[in-house]
């Protein structure tokens, strides 16, 4: 006779096994952005129905009630909300950390996905593996270019550009705008040297390879530092027409001057970690040249001329100017924050 076992008796049936890993983990690092931070989660939803995904979303310390709005229109997507804003960089890496997914796509609450792009960027790194990073094509909300979907690598001739004010008289030449990758309409597929961080694949793997984002850099420039180290590890990001999203750009940044100041702060990081002393000294000085340059023409132009136009451009680069101390040396530490 067989024996019982009472222990097992009355325990049910097995518990379910846990749900699938989703094939890609989609990170939105939302900051004071409540309305397009509610238009791009909602704009997933809708434009990628057969991709399995799951959406984790970070709230910067927001002031405008982002993390209140996103939780009661989307209760079942988790929301990580933070005290304070510890920036983009260190805002993602903390989501990727709840992520399962076998890819990771870095998405800017000011987006708008169109036309099932995810899917179309995710079909684009299974067609084109080698790349390891892989980007789509970004546009403004009346439908123009918005360039801001990758960019060429930092360099002394593109400092010397900037500084001479070449970049500006000669944006659709690659030759003397080769960080804004001038010419290039964003509307073929291309290997790029960066790949924005407002739309960015990359396999988690590689991403927990790479130790996702350099914790130093509070916002820009992070994506540039990343897309470095991966290179060195043989990646060759590539972009694709075919996954296009609207992005309205800067729309945590209010004021002109504070995000020209943490852009300048992102790129001195940048030049301080990876370039050499002489030249790290030299693209300071091509920053400090280009900024003073600009200073001064556009204020010369304000008291000549009398023009608003005039004095509005002077004055977002006079204040540049006269804080140099605060981005020209980069952004201290993560520590020292």
Same mark, same amino acid.
């Given at each position: 006779m067989?024996?019982?076992?009472?222990a097992?008796?009355?325990?049910g049936?097995?518990?379910p096994?846990?749900?699938?890993?989703?094939?890609?983990?989609?990170?939105?690092?939302?900051?004071?952005?409540r309305e397009?931070?509610l238009?791009?989660?909602?704009?997933v939803?809708?434009e990628?129905?057969?991709?399995?995904?799951?959406?984790?979303?970070?709230?910067?310390?927001?002031a405008?009630?982002?993390?209140?709005?996103?939780?009661a229109?989307?209760?079942d997507?988790?929301l990580?909300r933070?005290?304070?804003?510890?920036g983009f960089?260190?805002?993602?890496?903390r989501?990727?950390?709840a992520?399962?997914g076998?890819?990771?796509?870095?998405?800017?609450?000011d987006?708008?996905?169109?036309?099932?792009?995810?899917?179309?960027?995710?079909?684009?790194?299974?067609?084109?593996?080698e790349?390891m990073i892989?980007? =789509?094509?970004?546009?403004?909300?009346d439908?123009?270019?918005n $360039?801001?979907s +990758? *960019?060429?690598?930092?360099?002394?001739?593109s !400092?010397t550009?900037?500084a001479?004010?070449?970049s500006?008289?000669?944006?659709r030449?690659?030759?003397t705008?080769p960080?804004g990758i001038?010419g290039?309409?964003r509307?073929?597929?291309r290997g790029?040297?960066?790949?924005?961080?407002c739309f960015l694949?990359?396999?988690?793997?590689?991403?927990?390879?790479?130790?996702?984002?350099?914790?130093?850099?509070?916002?820009y420039a992070?994506?540039?530092?990343?897309c470095?180290?991966?290179r060195?590890?043989?990646?060759?990001?590539?972009?694709?027409?075919e996954?296009?999203?609207?992005?309205h750009?800067?729309a945590?940044?209010r004021?002109r001057?504070?995000?020209?100041?943490?852009l300048?702060? =992102?790129?001195?990081?940048?030049i301080?970690?990876?370039w050499? $002393?002489?030249? +790290? *000294?030299?693209g300071?000085?091509l920053?400090? !040249?280009g900024?003073g340059?600009?200073?001064?023409g556009?204020?010369l132009a304000?008291?000549l001329?009398g023009?608003?136009?005039h004095?509005e451009?002077?004055?977002?680069?006079a204040a540049?100017?006269?804080?140099?101390?605060e981005?020209?040396?980069?952004?201290?530490?993560?520590?020292?924050?």
């Amino acid at each position: 006779m067989a024996t019982r076992d009472p222990a097992a008796e009355g325990a049910g049936e097995a518990p379910p096994p846990p749900p699938p890993a989703p094939e890609v983990s989609i990170l939105v690092v939302s900051y004071n952005t409540r309305e397009m931070t509610l238009a791009c989660l909602a704009s997933v939803i809708a434009e990628t129905p057969e991709l399995p995904h799951e959406l984790i979303v970070l709230d910067n310390a927001s002031a405008d009630g982002s993390a209140d709005a996103i939780a009661a229109a989307h209760p079942d997507i988790p929301l990580i909300r933070l005290a304070e804003n510890i920036g983009f960089g260190r805002g993602n890496n903390r989501a990727a950390e709840a992520a399962r997914g076998r890819y990771l796509l870095l998405l800017n609450p000011d987006t708008v996905v169109r036309d099932r792009a995810i899917e179309r960027l995710v079909a684009f790194a299974r067609r084109r593996p080698e790349a390891m990073i892989w980007g =789509g094509r970004t546009i403004f909300a009346d439908g123009s270019p918005n $360039p801001s979907s +990758a *960019w060429g690598r930092l360099s002394l001739w593109s !400092l010397t550009a900037f500084a001479t004010g070449l970049s500006v008289l000669f944006p659709r030449s690659e030759l003397t705008n080769p960080e804004g990758i001038g010419g290039w309409g964003r509307d073929t597929e291309r290997g790029v040297d960066i790949v924005s961080g407002c739309f960015l694949l990359i396999e988690r793997a590689f991403w927990e390879r790479l130790g996702g984002f350099d914790p130093d850099y509070f916002m820009y420039a992070e994506e540039a530092d990343l897309c470095h180290r991966a290179r060195a590890l043989g990646a060759r990001p590539r972009c694709t027409p075919e996954a296009m999203i609207v992005h309205h750009g800067g729309a945590s940044e209010r004021v002109r001057t504070e995000k020209a100041l943490r852009l300048l702060s =992102g790129k001195a990081t940048l030049i301080a970690k990876h370039w050499s $002393p002489p030249a +790290a *000294w030299a693209g300071r000085n091509l920053y400090r !040249l280009g900024v003073g340059l600009r200073a001064l023409g556009y204020g010369l132009a304000a008291r000549l001329t009398g023009r608003q136009r005039h004095r509005e451009a002077a004055e977002p680069w006079a204040a540049l100017w006269r804080r140099q101390a605060e981005w020209i040396r980069g952004y201290p530490p993560a520590g020292e924050r």
